[in-house]
C-alpha cells in the first residue's frame, strides 16, 4: 500500500496571510449608508469603498438556507418523518448541524462555460479523470462499497468544497480538498479509506487496489453526476429561471433542484449510482405529493453514456425543453 493516497500526510495549512494593510487612508463613499437610531436622530455611516461594497454584495446575493428548504418542502407527513428520522439518529450527530448551516451562494454565480470548462479537463488531463483507471466490473463486485452510506452523502461533500473554494473544482482539486481540509477529510476522505481497508482487511476480502478502485468508482460517479447538475443549473439560471439548490433538499428530500413549486429531477436512464450514493428508491413525488399548494415535477433523462472519460451532459434540445416548461409552470 506504500504510496497511496490514503496513508499521505495532510497539508499543514500553512501560507501566506489572506489579506495585507495596505497604507494611506482609504476613500470614503460618495453617499452615506443611514439608519434611523431609536431615538429618530438620523445617524450617517461612513465606510471605506471596499467594506460598503462588501456589504451591499452580501445583502444582495442570492443565497438558499436550509430554513428555506424545510419552509418549502417540509410540509407533508412523509417529509416530516424523514426530517424528524435524520436529525434523531446518532450516526448523523455531526451531519445535522453542518448541513443546516449550509448555505449555498456561490453556486448561483457559475455559468455554463465554467462548468464546461472543468468538465473539457477531465478529457484533457488524465490526472483529471475522475474514474482513473478503474475497471467498473471489478469495482462494482465488491458488494461493501457498492452498499456504502457514509455518515455524510457525497452530495454534502460536493457542496462544501464548491462554497469554500469558490470555484467548481476538476476532479483533481476535489480529491486533494478532500484529503487536505480537516472537515472535509472528515467528512468523506477518512471513512472512505477505512471502508476500503476494513473491506481489503476481511477474510476472503478484495486485494487493497481493488477495493480502493470500488471506493473510487463511487466517488468519481458522485462527482461526474454533481458536475452534470451544475451545467443543468448554470444553463436553465442563464436563462432567466430562479433554479434553487441545497444538500438538505437533495439527499433528505431526494430534489436536484427547484423552480417556485416545480421539482426537478436529473437523472441517467438506468444508472446504477446517483450522487446520493444510492440511486433513487424514493421519488420526491412519493414524499410530496400530498402537498398543498401542490407541487409540480419535471424529469430530465439522459441515456447512458457512449464515450469514457467525458461528462455526460444533457443536450442543448434538452435544456431549452425543461427552460420552456419550467418557465410555463411558474407563470
Not at 484533457?124 to 475497471?135: E, I, M, Y
Request: hydrophobic content about 40%; proline content about 6%; aromatic content about 10%.
Amino acid at each position: 500500500m506504500a504510496g497511496h493516497p490514503c496513508l499521505g500526510t495532510r497539508g499543514s495549512g500553512s501560507g501566506s496571510q489572506a489579506g495585507r494593510r495596505s497604507g494611506g487612508t482609504s476613500p470614503r463613499v460618495e453617499q452615506p449608508r443611514i439608519w434611523p437610531s431609536p431615538r429618530n436622530v438620523v445617524v450617517e455611516v461612513y465606510l471605506p469603498q471596499g467594506v460598503a461594497d462588501l456589504f451591499y454584495g452580501i445583502a444582495m446575493r442570492t443565497m438558499t438556507t436550509a430554513e428555506d428548504v424545510l419552509d418549502l418542502f417540509k410540509v407533508t407527513s412523509p417529509t416530516e418523518v424523514a426530517f424528524s428520522k435524520w436529525t434523531g439518529d446518532a450516526t448523523k450527530v455531526d451531519v445535522v448541524p453542518h448541513v443546516m448551516a449550509h448555505r449555498v451562494s456561490f453556486v448561483y454565480d457559475l455559468t455554463p462555460e465554467d462548468v464546461e470548462r472543468v468538465c473539457n479537463a477531465t478529457k484533457r488531463d488524465r490526472r483529471n479523470h475522475a474514474l482513473g483507471d478503474v475497471k467498473r466490473k471489478e469495482a462494482e463486485s465488491v458488494t461493501d462499497i457498492v452498499d456504502w452510506h457514509p455518515a455524510f452523502a457525497f452530495i454534502h461533500a460536493l457542496h462544501y468544497a464548491i462554497e469554500s473554494l469558490r470555484e467548481i473544482p476538476t476532479w483533481l482539486e476535489f480529491s486533494r480538498f478532500i484529503r487536505d481540509d480537516p472537515k472535509a477529510n472528515a467528512m468523506l476522505w477518512n471513512p472512505a479509506c477505512q471502508m476500503a481497508r476494513t473491506v481489503s482487511d476481511a477474510p476472503d476480502g478484495p486485494s487493497w487496489r481493488v477495493a480502493w478502485d470500488s471506493v473510487r468508482w463511487r466517488l468519481g460517479n458522485a462527482y461526474y453526476s454533481f458536475l452534470r447538475e451544475m451545467y443543468v443549473v448554470s444553463n436553465l439560471r442563464a436563462s432567466g429561471l430562479d433554479i434553487r439548490v441545497h444538500p438538505l433538499a437533495d439527499a433528505l428530500f431526494k430534489v436536484d433542484f427547484w423552480c417556485g413549486r416545480t421539482i426537478c429531477s436529473l437523472f441517467v436512464k438506468n444508472a446504477k449510482f446517483h450522487k446520493d450514493n444510492e440511486g433513487r428508491k424514493i421519488s420526491p413525488r412519493q414524499l410530496m405529493r400530498d402537498a398543498a399548494p401542490k407541487f409540480h415535477f419535471h424529469d430530465i433523462q439522459l441515456d447512458k453514456a457512449t464515450e469514457w472519460g467525458r461528462v455526460h451532459l444533457p443536450s442543448t434540445e434538452q435544456l431549452r425543453e425543461a427552460a420552456e416548461r419550467l418557465r410555463v409552470a411558474v407563470q
